[in-house]
Structures are given as structure tokens and as C-alpha cells.
């Protein structure tokens, strides 16, 4: 072997080495890129667990957790955010129905929202109701069916010694049948059969 042949063969092995050295240190590079992507996706999935188990235990001690919204929120909408179809006044919340139907069955409606038929027992109250029925027949809970002429609020409100707004001549009972009271033109109540389908105005205290 010549001193030119055995120069050739140091400069191929120490190619092969520096290759080998390259190839090494690439294999590193992507087993350190491999070990930092598996700690990344360890790291967010334990995150995640930790999340989830603390929301649940916050979803035990509050059950409306989810439910919950801002003061700013309660300010908007007195009568929850999520339930805008309410209207605020005077410490209360309305709503107005969207169909008609009889008073038993406005009465049940009203009582499914947890609330009941509006209570109309001030002059202030009835300028509210009387601006949002448009003169639009709305049922309220007002009843004289358990004794003729003895006209009830459905809260046990006093009759008597209350508010009331009856359309000149009524109530009439007309046809000795007229036991249901319901807003009218203007605002002003009137007596009807409680069979009669109309819209209703249901009542309720805010959440908080
Ligand atoms: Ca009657
Ligand atoms: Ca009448």
C-alpha cells in the first residue's frame, strides 16, 4: 500500500466518523424533541384532569355554578339573564304570554315558571300592565268563583281594601257566567268565562 492509497483510506474513515458523529447528534436532537413533545402532552393532559376534577368539585358545592353571572349582569337583567322574556318592575318580574288560552290553564302556565298570575294592587302597577298589553286582552289573578260577587286575588291579596280598575259596568257577570278577570282596552278589567282564550300576565319575585 502507498503513502497516496493509505492518505485516501484516513480521509474515507474519518468522513464515515464525521458523518457517524453528525448522524448522532441528530438522533439526539430529535430524542430530546420526542422526550420534550411527550412532557408537553403529559403535562396538558394532567392540567386538564386537575381542571376538570376542580370544576366538578366547584359543580358539587354550587350546583348553578354554571348558572352564576356577573352583578353587571343582574343589573341588565333583574330578572336573570337567561330568562330576558321577564320584565323587572317595581320589584318584580312579569311575563306576558306569547299565546292565549283559558285562565285555569294560564293559571297552571304561570305556576309551571314558578310563578302565578299577576296580582295588579297598585295604580303604578297597573300604568306598567297597561302600557305592555296594548289595549290586548291579558288574563290576571283575579277570580270570583268560589262565591259569586266575591271577587279574590290569587295570593290572598284583600280585595276589599285594595287597587282595582274595573271598566265602567263591570264586572257583570254577564250570563251569570263571567267568574275570570282580564285587562282590556285601556288597561281597564273586565269579567269574563274563564273558558275564554287570551293571552295572561304572569308574576314572580327576581332570583335575587
Ligand atoms: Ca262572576
Ligand atoms: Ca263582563
Redesign the pocket.
Known amino acids: 500500500m502507498d503513502e497516496e492509497h493509505l492518505h485516501d483510506d484516513l480521509h474515507v474513515f474519518k468522513d464515515r466518523n464525521f458523518f457517524q458523529q453528525k448522524l448522532r447528534s441528530f438522533f439526539t436532537v430529535y430524542l430530546l424533541l420526542a422526550l420534550s413533545f411527550l412532557l408537553i402532552i403529559t403535562l396538558f393532559a394532567v392540567s386538564l384532569s386537575r381542571v376538570s376534577a376542580v370544576s366538578s368539585k366547584l359543580n358539587e358545592v354550587h350546583p348553578d355554578w354554571k348558572q352564576n353571572f356577573s352583578d353587571k349582569d343582574f343589573l341588565l337583567f333583574p330578572c336573570g339573564p337567561k330568562s330576558r322574556e321577564w320584565e323587572y318592575f317595581d320589584g318584580k318580574c312579569y311575563y306576558f304570554s306569547l299565546t292565549r288560552m283559558s285562565w285555569y290553564k294560564a293559571k297552571a302556565q304561570c305556576e309551571e315558571m314558578h310563578s302565578q298570575l299577576a296580582v295588579i294592587n297598585s295604580y303604578a302597577k297597573q300604568n306598567f300592565v297597561m302600557f305592555r298589553t296594548r289595549n290586548e286582552r291579558f288574563w290576571i289573578g283575579l277570580t270570583?268563583?268560589n262565591s259569586?260577587?266575591e271577587w279574590e286575588w290569587i295570593d290572598g291579596t284583600d280585595y276589599k281594601s285594595t287597587f282595582t280598575f274595573w271598566k265602567e259596568g263591570e264586572?257583570n257577570?254577564s250570563e251569570n257566567?263571567?267568574?275570570c278577570a282580564h285587562v282590556w282596552f285601556s288597561g281597564e278589567w273586565n269579567?269574563v268565562y274563564c273558558t275564554y282564550e287570551c293571552y295572561y300576565i304572569c308574576e314572580k319575585p327576581p332570583p335575587h
Open positions: 270570583d268563583q259569586e260577587g264586572p257577570n257566567r263571567e267568574d269579567d
